[in-house]
C-alpha cells in the first residue's frame, strides 16, 4: 500500500476499547485524569483498529512508543498519528512515510490565536469575515498546521503560524511535507500531512 490510510469515528462510536486497546495502553491510561484516559483509550483503540485493518491483525498488537513531544511511533517504517475533538476521532497509518492527522470543530478564533496562526498577510482578511466564515475558514487552516506538526514531531511547542497556510487553499506543501484537507466530517474539519512526494490518501471507516 503507498499512501495513507485515514479513518474518522465519531466520540463513543469507534471501535471498541475493551477489544482493541493493549495491557500497556490501559497502564498508561491508568496514570490519566479520568477523562483524558478514555480520550487517550479511544484513540488508541481506532489506531490500533486500523493498524489491524492496513497491516494485519499482529501489526495491531505493535507496542506504541510516545515521542518527548507526544508523537506516537512504531519500531519501523509505520508512521501513524492520532488525534481527537469533542466529538470525533482521527487516525491514520502511513507505510514509510512520517504522517500527521489533525482533527478539530470549527473554533471561533480570539484575536490572538488569529494573529499566532494567521500569515500576516491574511489576518486583516481572515479577521473580517462574517463570524461563522471566520470560525470555519480559521479552523480549516489551523488543522493544517497541526497536522503539519504532528507530521514533522515538533508538536504544539512549535509556533503553528511559522506553517504558512493560504486560507481557502485545500493542498500545499510545508518543507518536506505535502498537506490536505480532507472533507468535513460531522461537523469538523480534518486535515493530513505526510513527508516525501504527494500521497494517495484513503479514507476508511469503521462500522458503527
Known amino acids: 500500500m503507498n499512501g495513507v490510510v485515514v479513518t474518522l469515528a465519531g466520540r463513543g462510536r469507534g471501535p471498541d476499547p475493551g477489544r482493541h486497546t493493549t495491557a500497556a495502553d490501559r497502564d498508561r491510561a491508568a496514570g490519566l485524569p479520568?477523562?483524558?484516559?478514555?480520550?487517550?483509550?479511544?484513540?488508541?483503540?481506532?489506531?490500533?483498529?486500523?493498524?489491524?485493518?492496513?497491516?494485519?491483525?499482529?501489526?495491531?498488537?505493535?507496542?506504541?512508543?510516545?515521542?518527548?513531544?507526544?508523537?506516537?511511533?512504531?519500531d519501523?517504517?509505520?508512521?501513524?498519528?492520532?488525534?481527537?475533538?469533542?466529538?470525533?476521532?482521527?487516525?491514520a497509518v502511513a507505510p514509510d512515510r512520517a504522517v500527521g492527522v489533525d482533527v478539530q470543530e470549527h473554533v471561533?478564533?480570539?484575536?490572538?490565536?488569529?494573529?499566532?496562526?494567521?500569515?500576516?498577510?491574511?489576518?486583516?482578511a481572515v479577521a473580517a469575515l462574517a463570524p461563522a466564515d471566520r470560525a470555519r475558514v480559521f479552523?480549516?487552516?489551523?488543522?493544517?498546521?497541526?497536522?503539519?506538526?504532528?507530521?514533522?514531531?515538533?508538536?504544539?511547542?512549535?509556533?503553528?503560524?511559522?506553517?504558512?497556510?493560504?486560507p481557502g487553499h485545500r493542498r500545499g506543501a510545508w518543507r518536506d511535507f505535502r498537506w490536505q484537507l480532507l472533507s468535513p466530517f460531522d461537523g469538523a474539519e480534518v486535515a493530513v500531512a505526510a513527508s516525501g512526494p504527494p500521497p494517495?490518501?484513503?479514507?476508511?471507516?469503521?462500522?458503527?
Do not use: M
Not at 38 to 53: F, H, I, K, S, V
Not at 108 to 124: N, S, Y
Open 139 to 166: 479552523t480549516a487552516l489551523w488543522v493544517v498546521q497541526e497536522a503539519c506538526l504532528k507530521a514533522s514531531g515538533e508538536g504544539v511547542r512549535f509556533r503553528p503560524g511559522r506553517v504558512p497556510v493560504r
Open 34 to 74: 479520568e477523562r483524558r484516559a478514555a480520550e487517550y483509550l479511544e484513540g488508541r483503540a481506532l489506531l490500533r483498529w486500523l493498524l489491524g485493518r492496513v497491516l494485519g491483525p499482529r501489526s495491531a498488537g505493535a507496542a506504541i512508543g510516545v515521542t518527548a513531544t507526544g508523537k506516537p511511533v512504531l
Open 76 to 91: 519501523n517504517d509505520i508512521g501513524v498519528s492520532v488525534s481527537h475533538s469533542a466529538r470525533v476521532l482521527a487516525a
Open 108 to 124: 471561533l478564533p480570539t484575536p490572538g490565536l488569529l494573529t499566532r496562526c494567521c500569515r500576516e498577510e491574511d489576518l486583516a
Open 200 to 208: 494517495r490518501i484513503h479514507v476508511l471507516l469503521p462500522k458503527e
